[in-house]
């Protein structure tokens, strides 16, 4: 019998010692895979909350933007936009930057408090139910487009959101005893993007009080 050299026999034996088995290589693989998954899962989800708060950090913006300027208002003006005797009330005089406005930045922008014959231009309103009043189906909200980032194509990312505007005059309010006539303005808004992975509509409200009914 002829024998191999010491040598080589040792070589031989420690390829076979330090080898993979089909067994643990597909073990490996399959732990590799439920790695890859997990780590591909948190970015996605990272990615979906960081388009999830750029939504609505803007959208907060805008209609905190809105708010502040419906207090620089006159409550008379307020007033004749939110009258219910009329039936072609006059818009809410707000402006706005608008980065999708060609050759121009600041822009009026006005809003509906209720459905008008003929809004003015650029206004689109949409006629649906509330989110804050199921009972009314006919609410009217103000539509605008916003945009919130650009594309890896270089085209705008842009959010559609939705602005129902309620005012209500002597709204119940004291100090005291004493009752102090009150306006109350509500601003319920809905925004979403076909840009983001973020399914659905998102909602949001702010409001305010005012106590100078007499400017």
């Known amino acids: 019998m002829k024998l191999c050299p010491a040598p080589v026999c040792r070589l031989a034996r420690r390829s076979r010692v330090a080898g993979f ?64 005797s009329k039936t072609n009330k006059p818009p809410i005089a707000t402006k706005s930057v608008s980065a999708l406005a060609v050759g121009q930045i600041e822009r009026d922008d006005p809003l509906y408090v209720d459905n008008v014959s003929t809004p003015a231009a650029g206004c689109v309103l949409q006629v649906r139910g509330a989110a804050s009043d199921p009972a009314n189906p006919t609410d009217v909200w103000n539509y605008k487009q916003i945009m919130i980032d650009l594309g890896a194509d270089g085209k705008p990312v842009v959010m559609n959101m939705w602005i129902d505007v309620d005012i209500w005059r002597d709204w119940p309010n004291t100090v005291g005893a004493v009752p102090v006539p009150t306006m109350l303005i509500l601003l319920d808004f809905e925004y979403s993007c076909d840009g983001y992975q973020s399914a659905g509509r998102q909602k949001g409200s702010l409001r305010t009080a005012r106590t100078e009914l007499n400017n």
């Open 21 to 84: 088995t089909i067994t643990e290589a597909m073990m490996g693989m399959f732990v590799f895979a439920i790695l890859a998954t997990g780590l591909t899962s948190g970015v996605l989800q990272s990615r979906r909350l960081a388009q999830l708060n750029i939504m609505r950090n803007t959208a907060y913006t805008v209609a905190q933007g809105y708010l502040e300027q419906m207090k620089a208002i006159s409550t008379a003006d307020l007033s004749a936009a939110a009258d219910p």
